[in-house]
């Protein structure tokens, strides 16, 4: 992996090693991600979407959200929506404003973390007390073990298994229970500068790797069945007809309309931080996180140190550099402050054991 060309954002503390989103299903040892656009005048793409941001009629916006979400709303109080989240501040965020501004019937979906920190346990509670249904979904911790070791030794990337099954749970589901849309929290876009994740979803294929392992060696050669890898694998769902089905999968709705709330109303994390402080008490860690100077991102799982520090090892990008540079993009944080900040803490190791 080359990192001698590295450049950085003139705008953010981003460097040019940021991945993008790329085909997950299609990442084997030794494959390149994307990497983040710089254009050139030396801004990345992110800092591109967020200074477009500044130029949106958001009320345009919100007046698209509430005319979509009339189609999909029910009269007689079944779930209408579903929302994925684990009680973060972005999917506390959600939840609410989908159930209490715009009298959707929300039915919240949960991939458990890996193992849960005792702050992340506490804030799924106020989620929910906020009076929402929730489906949490635990993977089988013995195959999910086994995907993440594979991922870590194949790919230096173990949270990927997670990411597979975060993102493909809530379509599938969606789809099982007859419930038409899905809202996320976050467009991709807005870390990534390209178009979000739900412009853009990856077509089923029989060349399918998981953990760096094509399916069929995960059952011919590591004893997995097609029932065990059946949540990571990809969903056909996301708003598009031309997607097959997998034989043995019957939906009740053919096509889950799937997207991002943060494409309709002006999102920052702080924000939202604020917002989930406000309506479901919140709780933020009661130190920095490690790896970085904030308190409130990503907190539910112990496995996030070692994701981010894996990150740092592979591209030389690590928390720090992912929080700053969104905290200068929303006006909270100067570059130069956030220059500070990365030196100070983006190599810092993980210290609690997963």
């Known amino acids: 992996m080359d990192l001698i060309d590295t450049k ?72 209408d929506v579903l929302v994925p989240g684990s009680g973060g501040k972005d999917s506390v965020l959600a939840a609410h404003l989908l159930k209490a501004r715009y009298g959707m019937h929300p039915l919240t979906v949960t991939w458990a ?5 005792e702050v ?17 979904v635990t993977p089988n911790p013995k195959v999910h073990r086994l995907l993440t070791k594979l991922a870590f030794t194949n790919l230096l990337h173990p949270f990927q298994p997670f990411i597979l099954g975060q993102r493909s749970l809530a379509p599938k589901l969606a789809a099982k229970l007859g419930i038409q849309l899905v809202f996320f929290g976050e467009d991709d876009a807005e870390y990534e500068g390209t178009a979000g994740w739900q412009e853009k979803p990856e077509r089923p294929t029989d060349d399918v790797y998981i953990a760096g392992v094509h399916y069929n060696d995960l ?17 056909t769902l996301i708003n598009a007809p031309d997607l097959r089905f997998p034989a043995d999968f019957q939906p009740f709705c053919p096509v889950v309309d799937v997207r991002a709330l943060g494409h309709y109303l002006r999102w920052d994390p702080q924000s939202a931080y604020y917002y989930a402080v406000e309506h479901a008490g919140f709780e933020c860690n009661e130190q920095r996180t490690e790896g970085t100077y904030s308190r409130y991102n990503s907190i539910d799982d112990r496995m996030d140190p070692l994701h981010y520090y894996t990150m740092y090892t592979k591209f030389g990008i690590g928390r720090a550099s992912h ?5 200068i993009r929303n006006g909270y944080l100067t570059r130069e402050e956030g220059v500070a900040l990365v030196h100070k803490y983006d190599a810092e190791p993980p210290a609690t054991r997963v």
């Open 8 to 79: 950085f954002c003139v705008r953010c503390v981003i460097s040019s090693n940021r991945p993008v989103a790329s085909r997950e299903y299609a990442r084997v040892p030794g494959s390149e991600p994307g990497r983040m656009a710089f254009d050139a005048e030396g801004v990345c793409g992110a800092c591109r979407v967020a200074e477009a941001k500044s130029k949106i009629d958001w009320d345009s916006r919100e007046a698209e959200l509430v005319e979509m979400l009339g189609r999909y709303k029910r009269a007689d109080g079944r779930p």
């Open 120 to 136: 992340g346990r506490r804030n799924f509670y106020r989620w929910l007390d906020l009076g929402l249904d929730n489906i949490l």
């Open 113 to 117: 973390p890996h193992a849960y920190t």
């Open 219 to 235: 059952i011919e050669q590591h004893g997995l069945t097609m029932h065990d890898l059946d949540v990571y694998m990809p969903d």
């Open 323 to 327: 929080d700053a540079s969104q905290e």
